[in-house]
């Protein structure tokens, strides 16, 4: 039988934050594959165990939804390895998102939390690998797109180096150029998606109803597509800002 986990919903009620478990998920929910074979995430982030650290730098509104099945397939397996210890346990992985010159932020669907866990962040290289370096990120997700922005500091580069273990790329439409991985959800991922996309009031009904209709595009067979490519870590960190 797959293995499974409650996804757990954060609702505020005036100063009180109420955990509650809501929709299930399981490792079956997810299609992976990589170079176009059958994968798990431990084929998209070789050695994955529950100490792993995803940092997903976001670059405009609501531009992490293109991730959500690779952030959400890394969650299930994230609370797979601690049912598998066969003790209770309360706990969120340590999963972040780094939002870059104030692009609003609305990724609590996905499982990160508390709310510490979003970080504001200038859009200067050094800045956003300090924020990155910070928090210990050992799997990161960037945008796609040309390399730009500053050249880090060297001693933020070689911690980075250090430390980070894989970095991959992703398009805020949910679909990239050249892409060596494929992740479908199901209609319970998209869900979240689109809860994402409700709450966020910072933007308007005119752009909602766009990203709305960008992630219709991305069906295929009734299920969510979303796709991935491979970087190395110097590739990723030209990319971490404008």
């Known amino acids: 039988m797959a293995a499974r986990h409650r996804l757990l ?3 505020e009620d005036d100063d009180t934050s109420v955990m509650h478990t809501s929709e299930e998920l ?16 431990a084929d998209v982030f070789p050695g994955f165990d529950a100490r792993d650290r995803v940092g997903v730098v976001v670059r405009e509104a609501l531009g992490g939804q293109g991730a959500s099945t690779l952030v959400l397939a890394a969650v299930t397996a994230f609370y797979d390895v601690h049912r598998a210890r066969g003790r209770p346990f309360f706990i969120y992985p340590d999963y972040f998102t780094f939002m870059v010159g104030g692009v609003p932020d609305v990724h609590r669907w996905f499982d990160i939390h508390p709310p510490h866990k979003h970080v504001a962040v200038a859009d200067r290289t050094e800045d956003v ?7 210990a990120i050992t799997r990161l997700v960037v945008p796609e797109g040309p390399a730009g922005g500053s050249r880090p500091a060297r001693e933020s580069a070689a911690s980075a180096r250090e430390r980070m273990r894989t970095a ?57 597509v979303e796709t991935f490519h491979r970087l190395t870590l110097d590739e990723a960190i030209a990319r971490l800002a404008g």
């Open 9 to 11: 919903e954060v609702i």
């Open 26 to 41: 399981a490792s079956s929910t997810f299609d992976i594959r990589v170079d176009g074979r059958p994968g798990t995430i």
């Open 129 to 135: 690998l300090t924020a990155l370096n910070d928090r």
């Open 168 to 224: 991959i790329a992703y398009s805020p439409g949910g679909r990239v150029a050249d892409a060596d991985i494929e992740i479908a959800g199901d209609e319970h991922t998209e869900r979240y998606v689109r809860r994402n996309i409700d709450e966020c009031a910072a933007i308007s009904a005119g752009p909602k109803a766009r990203i709305a209709g960008r992630r219709a595009m991305l069906q295929r067979d009734g299920r969510p």
